[in-house]
């Protein structure tokens, strides 16, 4: 069965520093998501993006935040200067063409990123 | 803009039955539900649209109010690997695909 997959699996920082994490959406998806689990809360959106071009953020997505699709496989969340309130799990998700409709989202396994 | 999920942790024994909601204060275009075990990425289990649907697979069935912008999580004949937080994501926009999760209830499952 296809699945998200994100690299790293665990990430450790420093304040200050830029992180990039790493997704493989599902290969026939064509809508890709980012959110983020601070340690036991509840999940959080953070941005879509189809057609290389984001599509909504939240108001977490600040300037520090930025996502590509560098190629036809991968897609990534850059922090440039990740702060302590960055330590969280970051979660990347995939659904079919969306177009109006709601297609069910697919969660990677998450990458957990800790600021020190 | 959060929708609240009731309760906030329930435990159950096997076999018996479960229900979660979830409710907002705005109009839904669609609720998806999710599944979360301890230190694992969200699993989907079901998603409904507006119209006022139900949904089921299995023991797991959903509907989803329209008018009262509620969805219920059913959860008959629980079984040990129910066991983990359930949440809800609302999508309020049309198909944007933007969810807005709720804190989650947390089941727990015991023998």
């Known amino acids: 069965e296809p699945e998200v997959t994100q690299t790293p699996s665990h990430q450790v920082t420093q304040m200050g520093q830029e992180v990039i994490l790493r997704c493989v959406p599902i290969?026939?998806?064509?809508?890709f998501y980012w959110y983020r689990q601070i340690l036991g809360q509840k999940v959080e959106f953070l941005v879509s993006f189809y057609n290389n071009e984001i599509s909504e953020k939240s108001e977490i997505f600040d300037d520090q935040f930025s996502v590509e699709r560098p190629d036809g496989s991968n897609f990534t969340l850059k922090i440039r200067s990740t702060k302590l309130e960055d330590s969280a799990m970051y979660f990347c998700?995939?659904?079919?063409?969306?177009?109006?409709?709601?297609?069910?989202?697919?969660f990677g396994p998450g990458t957990r990123l800790t600021v020190t | 803009q959060q929708p609240v999920q009731s309760p906030q942790a329930v435990i159950l024994r096997e076999g018996e039955d479960a229900v979660i909601n979830c409710s907002s204060s705005?109009?839904?275009?669609?609720v998806h539900w999710y599944r979360q075990k301890h230190g694992e990425a969200p699993v989907f289990l079901m998603i409904l649209l507006k119209g006022g649907e139900q949904k089921g697979h299995d023991k797991i069935s959903a509907s989803f109010n329209e008018k009262k912008q509620q969805s219920s999580l059913y959860l008959t004949a629980s079984q040990l690997s129910y066991s983990g937080t359930y949440f809800c994501?609302?999508?309020?926009?049309?198909?944007?695909?933007?969810?807005?999760f709720g804190q989650g209830t947390t089941l727990q499952v015991k023998p």
């Open positions: 705005k109009a839904l275009y669609s």
């Open positions: 994501g609302t999508e309020i926009g049309g198909g944007t695909g933007k969810l807005i």
């Open positions: 290969s026939n998806h064509l809508y």
């Open positions: 998700a995939s659904s079919e063409l969306n177009g109006g409709y709601s297609y069910e989202q697919y």
